[in-house]
T-cell receptor, first 116, second 113 residues
Framework: GAVVSQHPSRVICKSGTSVKIECRSLDFQATTMFWYRQFPKKSLMLMATSNEGSKATYEQGVEKDKFLINHASLTLSTLTVTSAHPEDSSFYIC????????????FGSGTRLTVV | QKEVEQDPGPLSVPEGAIVSLNCTYSNSAFQYFMWYRQYSRKGPELLMYTYSSGNKEDGRFTAQVDKSSKYISLFIRDSQPSDSATYLCAMSRPDSGNTPLVFGKGTRLSVIA
């Protein structure tokens, strides 16, 4: 089945630094990648939708200058948390659907970000 | 009214029990319905994927969709401790793949040995 590889699985960074999270679709072409944030014991909150070769669409309340999304190819999308603060600490998950759209959405394994 | 309603639980059952998980929704445009299982600190894993109304069975799991009632269910037979996780229902409209899923809040399930 479709696999989305997400790295890193866990990262600790200092306040003010930037962190990049990568998601790769391993055996299909992901025209669209979705980025979510999840707080403990809460459901997934959609942050943005990225389409290959175009600018990402951000959900209301999500700062696009803080959460930079790049989707330069059909198999790779990245989320960069810039000038991270402790309140950015969360679980970030990407999701993709293959180009044919005939199967469910596949999720990455998630990245736990801790900003100290 | 939220687009998708799901009882967050927690739900605790003995090993071997039949588990019933449910979601209701308000948007009649939804055509694709999914159930995901999420273990703690992991990404959601697709369990069942159904289109429109009807039943779908895969091993111990059965998904049901009743579009007339806007109600979907996931049944787990012979539940195991390894089934302990959060179960998320999700749904989407027909599209080219650009529409994000709409999730329920998730139901936390514990299967006690």
């Amino acid at each position: 089945g479709a696999v989305v590889s997400q790295h890193p699985s866990r990262v600790i960074c200092k306040s003010g630094t930037s962190v990049k999270i990568e998601c790769r679709s391993l055996d299909f072409q992901a025209t669209t990648m979705f980025w979510y944030r999840q707080f403990p014991k809460k459901s997934l909150m959609l942050m943005a939708t990225s389409n290959e070769g175009s600018k990402a669409t951000y959900e209301q309340g999500v700062e696009k200058d803080k959460f930079l999304i790049n989707h330069a190819s059909l198999t790779l999308s990245t989320l960069t948390v810039t000038s991270a603060h402790p309140e950015d600490s969360s679980f970030y998950i990407c999701s993709a659907r293959d180009r044919q759209g005939e199967s469910g959405y596949t999720f990455g394994s998630g990245t736990r970000l801790t900003v100290v | 009214q939220k687009e998708v309603e799901q009882d967050p639980g927690p739900l605790s059952v003995p090993e071997g029990a039949i588990v019933s998980l449910n979601c209701t929704y308000s948007n009649s445009a939804f055509q694709y319905f999914m159930w995901y299982r999420q273990y703690s600190r992991k990404g959601p894993e697709l369990l069942m994927y159904t289109y429109s109304s009807g039943n779908k069975e895969d091993g111990r799991f059965t998904a049901q969709v009743d579009k007339s009632s806007k109600y979907i269910s996931l049944f787990i037979r012979d539940s195991q401790p390894s089934d302990s996780a959060t179960y998320l229902c999700a749904m989407s409209r027909p599209d080219s793949g650009n529409t994000p899923l709409v999730f329920g809040k998730g139901t936390r399930l514990s299967v006690i040995a």
